[in-house]
């Protein structure tokens, strides 16, 4: 049996972090996350790093210069300090590493 990655939404129940949002929707890879985003709009997007298909950060540059309005918190299991940067310059309004906590989230 071949183990998979928990992603964002296996890591985060939204209801932990805060009652007034609601889990609209996940993705399992960059490409799909990209097209839910922008049909559906969210407030606010948490996003892992390592995505296939189109890495987060490849995935939230595109949004950005798309003019896509939404708050959006990336969880990293990479030290990897260009990835930081780049957050930053995408002005990304968390950078949480993994493994996390709920509570973690409250603060963003």
């Given at each position: 049996m071949r183990k998979t990655?928990?992603?964002a939404a296996d890591t985060v129940n939204p209801?932990?972090?805060?009652?007034?949002?609601?889990?609209?929707?996940?993705a399992v890879?960059?490409?799909?996350?990209?097209?839910?985003?922008?049909?559906?709009?969210?407030?606010?997007?948490i996003m892992d790093i390592e995505l296939p298909r189109m890495n987060g950060m490849s995935m939230l540059k595109k949004l950005r210069a798309e003019a896509f309005?939404?708050?959006?918190?990336?969880?990293s299991g990479t030290e990897n300090f260009q990835y930081a940067k780049q957050a930053i310059e995408l002005s990304?309004?968390?950078?949480?590493?993994?493994?996390?906590r709920p509570i973690q989230l409250k603060r963003h």
């Amino acid at each position: 049996m071949r183990k998979t990655k928990n992603t964002a939404a296996d890591t985060v129940n939204p209801a932990k972090v805060d009652s007034d949002y609601e889990l609209v929707g996940t993705a399992v890879n960059g490409q799909s996350g990209y097209e839910l985003i922008s049909a559906l709009r969210p407030n606010l997007v948490i996003m892992d790093i390592e995505l296939p298909r189109m890495n987060g950060m490849s995935m939230l540059k595109k949004l950005r210069a798309e003019a896509f309005d939404f708050k959006v918190v990336v969880l990293s299991g990479t030290e990897n300090f260009q990835y930081a940067k780049q957050a930053i310059e995408l002005s990304v309004d968390g950078y949480i590493m993994k493994p996390i906590r709920p509570i973690q989230l409250k603060r963003h």
